[in-house]
């Protein structure tokens, strides 16, 4: 009975995989009012290998957004990432989720340093943080 725990274990650890422990939105508003908003996404990913991964890509929304780096390591990675607010507009193109799961609202797409094979890891729900205005 004990090797079969122990053999459990062992292959829990070595298939794990990474995911998302939390999607963070926080809108930023300047102080200068020239009509744009920020938004602020912080992903924080748990990855029990501790593998170093590239990001190639952030989702929300049906929408791709900016950032600037690309390479991570450690356990948790954390990504941040900030775009200018678009409000909700049905007539623009939006893509749809890039996920197996189509209501996820944010996924970030990666692969292992080193592999070909691109993945995607999704979010189905995204955490609203209390707004920050700028003076």
């Not at 996820?104 to 890891?121: C, F, H, S, T, W």
Request: glycine letters at 6%; aromatic letters at 8%; one cysteine or more.
């Amino acid at each position: 009975m004990a090797k079969i725990i122990s053999l459990f274990v062992l292959s829990v650890v070595c298939f794990s995989k990474l995911s998302i422990i939390s999607f963070k939105e926080q809108l930023e508003y300047p102080g200068i009012q020239n009509g744009t908003t920020i938004v602020n996404y912080t992903i924080e990913i748990q990855n029990p290998k501790e593998h170093e991964i590239e990001i190639e890509g952030i989702w929300v929304k049906g929408r791709w957004i900016k950032f600037t780096q690309k390479t991570f390591s450690g356990n948790p990675i954390i990504i941040k990432a900030s775009t200018n607010h678009v409000y909700s507009d049905t007539l623009k193109n939006k893509t749809t989720a890039p996920t197996r799961n189509k209501n996820d609202q944010g996924a970030v797409k990666y692969r292992l340093k080193g592999k070909e094979k691109i993945n995607y890891i999704g979010a189905e729900n995204i955490i609203r943080e209390r707004a920050l205005a700028r003076p």
